[in-house]
């Protein structure tokens, strides 16, 4: 099969970019949506082009590297997946495939697909965790946790900081992804002491990033690979009130 | 290629007497450095993942002043975040009769008796901390209604314990440790590198004195020295090109200390996982792990008649080959991962395989349907079976699963003591990366344990003991710019041949040979062809390969052909070590060394003992330093599942 493409090209983070367009050959059903890049990109080598910069590494879906806007959409056609588990089998070779990097004003351009998103590191470090020293730990049984609770945490901390929620988002916001890393942890007994300063840390460091304000427009779950409920926000937006109200 | 004779390795730095509190004694001897002074200690700290991560948020809790760096464009997405099945730790909550002298036992008789009791005993005892650390933490374990946590047997233990996260384990254990590094980045005790790859070790006046870094979004090159150098920078199965592991999963930190004189243990010990999803084409980029867990109600069978291309379903039951439970009757289907990785194999080589080229066989789940309905099958594996669906557009409920062995872990990596010190003072290697607790086959849910191990509890319970010298003074310019132009010198020729074939080609030639060469099984003849190969491979690395664009920006061509420049040397020694180890054992098995039934024969009389490698020079003979493994508390078996 032979499928058009327009990839973004960008040479660096001040260079101006562009869609150019490519075609590949030799395409298989059988091939993920990245492997088809990276024959792209063989070719490109070979005819002494810059091959197409692309975030990937895990190549199953866990590690949150890789995401692009494929047709407007991130991460592509398909629900609760990332790009790196598309396949061509999804794709029709009759439309031209449209492929840009994640954009949002907290993820400046690297090159080509590639974007800057360490702002969700700053996030994470200004509170997305709970303060405990290695050694100094209680047996593992002595807190047990409801399983209700523990479902909770789990279902929330599957977010793999893909950042597509940010990308998704008509405001650019990163609530969703700091939903789930404060429902994670505020959902279980050991999270419970730092849980309102840590909501309201998290979401006074993502504003102070540049990230947008949430409006639950619900773009962001819609394209969440791990299908992070909005639920969250709403326990999020919760959690800063209370602090606010506590004076936390 | 051929090798020489070194001297034996005389010291372990293991206390002797008995196992049971060497690791209390030896804590206990470690000197310690006054809090006050820690933070005029710096650490560098390579890798991000469950060793590297818990290491440095570990160290940077301790007050010492510590440098992490990770390829990746954040500490959280390290290579552990993929793994799925498990944590081990000898926690006995399920009270089926654990204890750290059986996880010990299972360990030693699971690497097949070639690793080192006093290490193994440390990680079993170790293993108990791991658990309560990361509930603290906020890990979130599957738990039991009532609210404790829940544990599982896996690979083939006869004790359930084996805790995970569904199948996120890794993903969730990393998480903690990230989010520990993350306070520690926010405290400003660690100072993190994301982006940025370490291409070489500084050393000076005989210490590890830093690194050499390329910053990969800008291509600057620079040093970063310190007191100590902690690699954790994962293991090298993508020398095989196609592996489970993440695609830059590299041998380039680790090689290139080896390079700088750490010796390199057991290269040729890889571990084989029997349950992936087989290759499609020549497109394949990489291969995807199916839990282990399937064998429990899946059956594996190939057709009897060699070239039956019947779709499955019209292979009636009398000419079908349940070739596991045929020939391993007692254990079936849940023979250990380096024997049902081999009778794949044979049975595909014989002709049999099924699928695309004939590499894969079948892993039936209709029996179990039928045995358990539909929805109980669903409900134990049904986001496999789903994953499966996604990659290979088959429904397992209708069709059998076709799975085939892929390279998974490799056991061998640089030679470390009970200290986990590098032979290079200064130089400490923790985790996949260094060679040290599973001996010639790692048993399931042990590596995210003695990552965790190695990083929370061991490594800053040590690492005190050599620091309590330093700081250790200023570097001579000449150490640092010898090696930063080394590093130029390579980026620059990389850049300036301008041949006819990408990094990646050359990857995937190289990664063919060894699959087939020093993959699965293992001859005499396949290895001296190898050894024949690699050098012209290599040759012709360096006059033909193709690498776009400079040095000074993001460049992912260029990255490639610096860790394919790598796997193409550690490949060749990983063939001599494996034609010198003419016994089978573990993950390394030798045609020439089994029994009538074909099961691996181990020669205890003459292999007892880690292979240490010295490097000499690029294609030059290496030196072998044996260490003799003595074992006090068990004593070695033959390992038997028929
Ligand atoms: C699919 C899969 C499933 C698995 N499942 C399990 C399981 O269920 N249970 C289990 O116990 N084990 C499992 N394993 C094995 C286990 O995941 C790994 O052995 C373990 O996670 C390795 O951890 P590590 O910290 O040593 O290295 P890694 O997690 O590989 O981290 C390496 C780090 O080093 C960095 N790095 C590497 N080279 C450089 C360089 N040159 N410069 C800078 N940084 C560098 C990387 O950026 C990364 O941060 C699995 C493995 C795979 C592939
Ligand atoms: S919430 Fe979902 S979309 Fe956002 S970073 Fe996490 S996994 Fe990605
Ligand atoms: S490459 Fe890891 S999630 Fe896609």
Known sequence: ??????????????????????????????????????????????????PVAFDHDCREGICGACGVMIDGVAHGPGKATTTCQLHMR???????????????????????????????????????????????????????????????????????????????????????????????LGALPQGQPERFTRARTMVETQDDLGFGGCTLTGECTAVCPKGIPLSTIARLNHDVLTAAMRGD | MSYREGDPIADTRAPAGPLETRWERRRFAARLV???????????????????????????????????????????????????????????????????????????????????????????????????????????????????????????????????ARGQTGQQLLLGAYQALARQIHAGTVRSHPRTEMLDLVVADGRARGVVVRDLVTGEISTHLADAVVLATGGYGNVFHLSTNAKGCNTTAIWRAHKRGALFANPCYTQIHPTCIPVSGDHQSKLTLMSESLRNDGRVWVPVQAGDDRPPNRIPEDERDYYLERMYPSFGNLVPRDIASRAAKAVCDAGRGVGPGGLGVYLDFADAIERLGRASVAARYGNLFEMYQRITDEDPYQVPMRIYPAVHYTMGGLWVDYDLRATIPGLFVIGEANFSD?????????????????????????????????????????????????????????????????????????????????????????????LDRIPSLREEFWRRVKVTGSGAELNQALEKAGRVADFLELAELMCVDALHRTESCGGHFRVESQTADGDARRDDDHFAYVAAWEFTGVGEPPVLHHEHLRFEAVRPTVRSYK
């Not at chain 1, 351009?109 to 200004?126: F, G, H, K, P, T």
Request: aromatic share 8%.
């Open chain 2, 438 to 530: 599973h001996g010639a086959n790692r048993l399931g849910a042990s590596a995210l344990m003695q990552g965790l191990a190695d990083g929370y509890f061991v490594l800053p319970a040590v690492i005190g003991d050599y620091l309590a010298d330093g700081p250790f003074g200023p570097v001579g310019a000449d150490a640092v710019s010898e090696a930063e132009s080394a590093v130029r010198d390579l980026v620059t020729t990389l850049l300036s041949i301008d041949g006819d074939r990408t990094p990646e080609s050359f990857h995937r030639e190289l990664g063919r040979l060894m699959w087939d060469l020093c993959g699965m099984e293992r001859s005499e003849e396949g290895l001296h062809k190898a």
């Open chain 1, 1 to 50: 099969m032979k499928y058009t493409l327009r990839v973004w090209r960008q040479t660096g983070p001040t260079a101006t970019g562009s869609l150019v367009e490519y075609e590949v050959d030799d395409v298989t059903p059988d091939m993920s949506f990245l492997e088809m890049l990276d024959v792209l990109n063989e070719r490109l080598q070979l005819a002494g082009d810059a």
């Open chain 2, 34 to 164: 006054n809090p006050a002074n820690r933070r005029k200690l710096t650490v560098v700290v390579v890798g991000t993942g469950l060793a590297g991560g818990s290491a440095a948020a570990t160290l940077g809790e301790l007050g010492y002043n510590v440098l992490s760096f990770c390829y990746q464009d954040s500490p959280r997405r390290a290579h552990s975040i993929a793994a799925q099945g498990g944590i081990n730790a000898a926690k006995n909550y399920a009270g089926d009769g654990d204890s750290v002298h059986r996880l010990f036992h299972d360990t030693i008789k699971g690497g097949d008796f070639r690793s080192r009791e006093s290490n193994v005993h440390r990680l079993a005892e170790v293993s108990t901390s791991i658990i309560d650390q990361c509930v603290a933490q906020g890990v979130p374990f599957a738990r039991e209604y009532g609210g404790l946590l829940d544990t599982r047997s896996f690979g083939g233990a006869q004790v359930s314990r084996t805790f995970y």
């Open chain 1, 90 to 184: 999804q794709f029709d070779p009759a439309r031209p495939i449209v492929i840009e990097p994640w954009r949002a004003a907290p993820f400046p351009v690297v090159r080509d697909l590639v974007v800057d998103r360490s702002a969700l590191d700053r996030v994470i470090e200004a509170g997305g965790y709970i303060s405990t020293r290695t050694g100094a730990a209680p047996d593992a049984h002595a807190l047990p946790v409801a399983k209700p609770d523990a479902d909770t945490a789990f279902e929330a901390a599957a977010c793999i900081g893909c950042g597509a929620c940010v990308a998704a988002c008509p405001n650019g916001s990163s609530m969703l992804f700091t939903a789930a890393k404060t429902t994670h």
